[in-house]
């Protein structure tokens, strides 16, 4: 994991044919503008070679924050560190927590049908459009049925889904129940359970991880993490968690400036973007981004998880009565 603290643009131009190749890489480094820049420069370099010995590369990196570009460290501002830990600002402002090694695992609140319940209620309906139009001998009623069941089976598996989320206790309980599961399976696990606005944040106490270890790609799957966080944690070779609220939620209408919010900024365009986080900061004190339910499993807090579980509670307001946001 690599949160730099400067960075560099550079570009190579080689000749290929008659055509002439020209490469853009971004450099970065935790010492100094210069570094990045020579950084740069060597990327650049080596991508036109690799281009021109007829590799398929992208010829110009996009300007991205946390975009989940492999090879490309997060691009944001640091607002703090903390040993391996770095505390830093996302695109629309809110602070995140990055740790190489000890696993925050996100679960979202399913917000529609899986793509099971909706392939089942399509096929239901058309079954019983046909079946209906067998019984009167009618084409055209099957075949008025059959584009009605289309139209409609998204609502009917939408429907069918929370009668069932319903009859299992709510998708809380749903959720509860697979960590149950999951540490029948793996008792020597410790999960520490958040609730966040969208669903729950579960952090693993009981070891460090590196993001690769087959057992945590084993256990994002078994405990249904969003795809889009585990996708980025692993292209960005760390594990994150929001630990300020979302702007949004908070009464903040406006986006941080300049946009997009993707760091560093032009020097002249500081004072805008410095206006906003004074918003964002003074309004985001009366809030938390996640609650503390419950701890299960094992109970064992590994040493090196314990400064950065303590860390994350501090900063999220984990502990407080604070409404979540």
Known sequence: MIVPQFWAEAQSQGSQGNKTITVRRFGWSDNSQEEAQANAEQRS????NQILSGKNLERRERKAPYNGSTGVPIREEVISRHGDTVISRNSYGAHCLNTPDVCFIDIDYPDSPPAGYLFKTIVVLQ??????????????????????????????ATLAFQIVLKFKG????????????FLL???LWNLRIYQTPAGMRLLVTHRTFDVNDPEIQASFKALGADPMYARMCRNQQCFRARVSPKPWRIGITDH????????PVEPDRLPQRNAWITQ????AVNFASCKFIQNKG????????????????QLAKACTNLRIA
């Open 45 to 48: 370099i080596e991508a036109l």
């Open 127 to 156: 079954l019983l459009a046909a079946f209906t139009a067998y019984m009167i001998s009618s084409n055209i009623v099957w075949l008025g049925l059959a584009i009605s069941s289309l139209l409609f089976s998204y609502t009917f």
């Open 170 to 181: 709510g998708v809380e309980q749903i959720l509860i129940q697979r960590i149950d599961d």
């Open 185 to 187: 399976e793996h008792p």
């Open 256 to 263: 941080m400036r300049p946009r997009p919010g993707t760091w």
């Open 280 to 283: 964002y900061e003074a309004a």
């Open 298 to 313: 094992s109970g064992a807090i590994h040493l090196n998880v314990e400064p950065v579980m303590a860390l994350h509670d």
